[in-house]
């Protein structure tokens, strides 16, 4: 006779005992390693499980701490109680990683946590907290501590009690989002750092800001700044000479004074979002000179307000990127000579995106450069295979554009064409069915129209 088979639910009680003292029988190391890769709060829950798993979590190295943003006040009283017996309950083992999310009325509380953390032994701080102060200080600890890896505040901190000189030898990676910083002093004093990411926000009660130097450090492989402040504000001198830089991403609003840049032999992505004063020509020629600068690049983006400063640099010359493989381009109004001399000098580009943002705003700037070489690019005919133009209007520049590229693309696989959403539906029915007439130079070329912008 067949006897039939086990359901997994009738498992014998004495396996799921074995499974569980395997684990229980693990050295307080290994089981403290598996605890840290969970929220603090879920490995101190542990300690019901067993009295062998009581105290385990007590000799976590590893914090990583989560309340909500945004907290009723008998919340916060009961989350900051939590924390605090955390704290005193833990084993006096050093910290080496210390994250905490959260929003905060107390800012004595977060003070007296990331002191608690600060040692010889930490290597990782992460701060994203939502704070209903003005201004917070963090320990000026935090700023010589010499172990520190990793260091992202992901709040409005004011670091302007930043020590006389900041040390922080072993820090790779910085994230902050500030309303105020000695860049310079700051920055100096990181000497390994290989990943920036900067947010400056605009000052609390209107306070004038002035950053009067900001110059990167030389080890940087990947660097992001934004800053959003007022125009009036200025960023008297800012230096990006990194040699080692893979990645660049620059969102500027205030006008930059003065600007020096070395040479990117390494990169390989670049974003530009460059507000500048179009009234003063010296005021937008740096953005040319900078855009010479990223000539290896791979990857470039240039928002609209990048390319409205190009548009009015004084004798702009575009270089030769004999790299880049795709290119993306905002536009306040689309101009036919500006895009053929960018693809003249793009010798091996696969990837072409246009977007035409002129309906949002009102007095675009025309081009001033020069008018375009006579013959056909060399990546339209050998290496251009994707095409892709949002907000397109089908005016004469833009027809005679796309109508160029489907016709002398001869390894173009597609293009896809975003109509704006002004025209009626009937209006967008007669362009598309117009475009799909145009001649093709490629067998396999493929138009893709998507109505909705």
Known sequence: MVRPKKLKSEAKPEENTIKEDLISNLPDPVLCHILSFLPTRSAVATGILSRRWRHVWKDLQVLDIYGRPFMAPAQEAKFIASV???FA???????????????LTDDESLDMWVQACVGPHLRTLYLDVTLSCLELFLPRDVFTCKSLVSLVLKCEFILDNLPYKVCLPSLKNMELDLTDVDCDNLLSGCPVLRTLNVRLTEPFQNKWVELHRIRMPRTLRRLIFQESRPSHNDIGHLEINTPY????HLKIQS?????????????????????QCVELEHDVDWVAKLLKALCKTKFLALKYCTTQCLFQAAALELPKFHSLLHLELDFLSFNFNFVMNMLHNCHMLQVFALHNRKRYYSHPLEYAGPEPPTGVPNCVTSHLKTFKFRGYEDTTDEHELTAYLLERGLVLETATIHPTSDFELLTKYYILKGLSALPRGSNICQIKFDTLD
Do not use: T, W
């Open 84 to 86: 605090d017996a955390i």
């Open 89 to 103: 309950q833990r084993n006096p083992l050093p910290i080496k990683s210390f994250r905490l999310c959260c929003g």
């Open 245 to 248: 830089l893979e990645y660049l």
């Open 255 to 275: 006008p930059c004074l003065r600007f020096v840049v070395g040479k990117f032999p390494k990169i390989m992505e670049a974003h530009l979002d460059i507000f």
